[in-house]
């Protein structure tokens, strides 16, 4: 059965090189990636569907192998904890901005006595 690259590339694509560890098996030049390319190839040439290679995979590497791990269970938090961190960074700036538009001026320093008579004095000579 004749394999359509593109199909062996789209299964590839979303499988961890083990020697570069972080690109896909379809990117990597590592001999490796190409013997891990050559085992999709043949396996999709046996009729087997791009889930049952990927499992193929997991099965032999764990989820590791998944450049998108899975969404459930404790990586589910690999996709949720940068949407929490960029939601909390939000509202750290929204509450930074608002205190510092809000910020009123120091008010003058006191004047002692003898100024304020100086310069009450000083007004009332100018014409």
Do not use: H
Not at 41 to 68: C, K
Not at 85 to 105: F, I, M, Q, S, Y
């Amino acid at each position: 059965m004749n394999v359509d690259e593109q199909q062996v590339y789209a299964v590839a694509a979303e499988l961890r090189c083990v020697v570069c560890q972080n690109l896909s098996v379809a990117d990597s030049p590592s001999e490796m990636a190409g013997q891990m390319r050559a085992i999709v190839r043949e396996r999709l040439a046996a009729g087997e569907s791009p889930a049952q290679v990927r499992q193929y995979f997991v099965d032999r590497y764990g989820d590791w192998i998944l450049l998108a791990p899975p969404r459930r269970g404790f990586t589910l938090l690999v996709w949720i904890v940068p949407y929490i961190a960029a939601l909390l960074g939000l509202a750290l700036v929204a509450v930074l901005v608002t205190r510092w538009t809000r910020r009123r001026p120091a008010p003058p320093p006191p004047v002692d006595a003898a100024m304020s008579e100086r310069i009450r004095r000083e007004l009332e000579q100018e014409p």
